[in-house]
């Protein structure tokens, strides 16, 4: 029950992770930034970008643990939302913040572990991001599973960089821990115990949910 | 002469928002004095300071090593009031830059007395009513250069550190100076944040750092009293170091013979060292110190070794491995 009615939200995803980038654009117009405005806009787009990708690493686990199909259907845009903030992000940093001086832009990834962190973790996104399209899901057939797998290296990937360059860690954490319980939450085991617990003979279902994305 | 002094308020009027009418005339006519011939040519140079030089001997003799009216040495305009007074890195308040202003706005800053402590032959309480008096007040317009890789230029008011030290006659033994912030929980929320520091915030300087002519007690900003969020009543600016070093809200000065457990350094001694001087050469693991952004600028400068302060401190420094002292 509860199933059919909050399956008649999930549009809310487009408006919802759009929100961040239309607020940042009316501040923006409006000038409205801190006079810092590279930061503001680092931060703007840095946020959205994490909580996107935490989310869609979300919808599996609410897949397995209350059994919300639909949920499942949402980690595409989820994810090419999250793209979405991370390429703006990068463009700040490269762009607004250093003026496309690759020599500049170079040193500050190779020194600066948090920057790296943040590099592989955008380098990572890419090719899920070119890939989350049906003809490519037919042509790498197994392999996009797998290759789509490198989101559970992304997302911790990505918190890393937020807590290295946090004054206050605490933010990094919580989405660290977060994070943590929805890696917990695809092992094997747990899977099919909520399964188990949720209505016997469930876990056949699960498998098909399973190949079927 | 005639014709100087006529010039500069005419550049100043141009560059700048009008905070800088708060001048009067006696404060103008002395500024002027010292900066005929030195901050007078400087300010009407071009940004990138290379083809004003005044005549040699000008140059040699009186060229001051900060700015004054409401341009830096080098040329550059100060910061509008209000991007000084809404940008404001001040953790008793905040983490956040940006809401230090609001925070801060009930921030009672009387009455305040500051004492002067230690190795000194005449240890005093001073009231900041005749702190603000005591000593000849001066207006200089210092770079400030943030260890998370911003700057500004802020036109403050105050007197030479060196002044209050003097008048109370350090000893002998004395080697370091301690500077101890104010603790008011009940009006600093960071200071009630449970993921804590130690707070008091403390820092300290070596006592010849501390006589630099360029350490300066800063007691107002713009011709105005100092605002509460940039460290009302009574802060430091110490221009060639980066802004950590330049305690806020300060209440006590105490003279030592060994060097202080400063706050920083006691949170994150990786990170911080006890000197703290602007060096694009010593890098900071999360920010660039190579470069860094002017608030107002769209894009990045260069880091100036001593953020340009070079010629007045570095002789302090002599014989220093600065990349083990940062
Ligand atoms: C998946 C990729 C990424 C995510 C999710 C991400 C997320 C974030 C977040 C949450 C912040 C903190 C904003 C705040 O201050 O509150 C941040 C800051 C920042 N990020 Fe990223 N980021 C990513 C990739 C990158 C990349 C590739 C770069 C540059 C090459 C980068 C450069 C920065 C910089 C310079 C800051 C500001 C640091 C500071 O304020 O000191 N990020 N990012």
Known sequence: ?213 | MNARRRTWPQIAASEITPEHIYRSRRQFLRAAGASIGAGLLVACAPSDGSSAAPTPAADATSRLPYGVGTVDELGKAANSFEQITTYNNYYEFSTGKEEVHTLASGFKTEPWTVAVDGLVGKPQSFDIDDLRTMFDQEERVYRLRCVEGWSMVIPWQGFALSKLLKAVEPSAAAKFVRFESVSRPEEMPGQNDIFSFQWPYVEALRLDEAMNDLALVVTGLYGKPLPAQNGAPLRLALPWKYGFKSAKAIVKITLTAEQPATFWTTANAAEYGFYGNVNPDVDHPRWSQRSERRIGELSRQRTLMFNGYESSVAALYQGMDLAVNY
């Open chain 1, 1 to 213: 029950m509860i199933n059919i009615s909050l399956k008649r939200f999930a549009w809310l995803v487009h408006p919802l992770a759009l929100l961040p980038l239309a607020l940042l654009a009316v501040d923006t117009a409006l000038d409205n930034l801190s006079v810092n405005f590279i930061q503001d806009i680092t931060e703007r787009t840095g946020i959205p970008a994490l909580v996107l990708l935490v989310l869609s690493i979300a919808c599996t686990p609410l897949n397995t643990v209350f059994g919300w199909k639909w949920a499942v259907a949402l980690r595409k845009p989820l994810g090419l939302y999250a793209f979405l903030y991370v390429c703006l992000h990068l463009l700040t940093f490269t762009a607004l913040d250093y003026g496309l001086d690759w020599g500049a832009i170079a040193t500050e990834v190779g020194e600066k572990r948090y920057i790296l962190v943040g590099t592989a973790a955008f380098l990572l996104l890419v090719p899920l991001a070119l890939t989350s399209n049906k003809a490519a899901m037919r042509r790498l057939g197994k392999n996009w599973k797998r290759l789509h797998l490198l989101v559970y290296a992304i997302v911790p990937l990505a918190v890393l960089h937020y807590l290295w360059l946090s004054k206050d860690p605490r933010p990094a954490l919580l989405f660290g821990a977060a994070t943590g319980v929805l890696l917990l939450l695809r092992l094997p085991v747990l899977r099919r115990a909520f399964s188990a617990l949720r209505k016997p003979g469930a876990s056949v279902d699960r498998q098909k949910t399973d190949t079927a994305m």
